[in-house]
């Protein structure tokens, strides 16, 4: 599945971004999609994850309570809105796919790159102080 992002951009801190990330082609049913972020300097990490068929939901601590991850069946895109934004969630955002089930039981075992099979292009996220 190719995926292309779209949204971000520079926002101060304590506003509000949404990302948005479409298939250009088949659709994401049956499959895990998730965001990730690579601040400068630091490695790629998971923000949030979603499973297709029924809209459970993980996050990472650092992002619990103020990023939601959502879908859209009839447009076959996947959100990322972030609010309440501080200075050091500004990274790259990228969107990922991954055809397997890493959801059970409430419980997410996935975030491992390897785990997705297509990648979005990125979008820079910057918040200003």
């Known amino acids: 599945v190719q995926l292309a992002q779209s949204g971000g951009g520079l926002v101060q801190a304590g506003g509000s971004l949404r990302l948005s990330c479409a298939s250009s082609?088949?659709?994401?049913?049956?499959?895990?999609m998730a965001w990730f972020r690579r601040a400068p300097g630091k490695e790629r990490r998971l923000v949030a994850a979603?499973?297709?068929?029924?809209?459970?939901?993980a996050y990472a601590d650092s992002v619990k309570g103020r990023f939601t991850i959502s879908r859209d069946n009839a447009e076959n895109t996947v959100y990322l809105v972030m609010n309440k934004l501080k200075p050091e969630d500004t990274a790259v955002y990228y969107c990922?796919?991954?055809?397997?089930?890493?959801?059970?039981?409430?419980?997410?075992?996935?975030?491992?790159?390897?785990?997705?099979?297509?990648w979005g292009q990125g979008t820079q996220v910057t918040v200003s102080s």
């Open positions: 082609g088949r659709t994401f049913s049956g499959y895990e």
């Open positions: 979603i499973r297709w068929y029924d809209g459970d939901t």
């Open positions: 990922a796919a991954d055809s397997s089930s890493r959801f059970s039981s409430g419980t997410y075992y996935g975030g491992s790159e390897p785990d997705f099979d297509s």
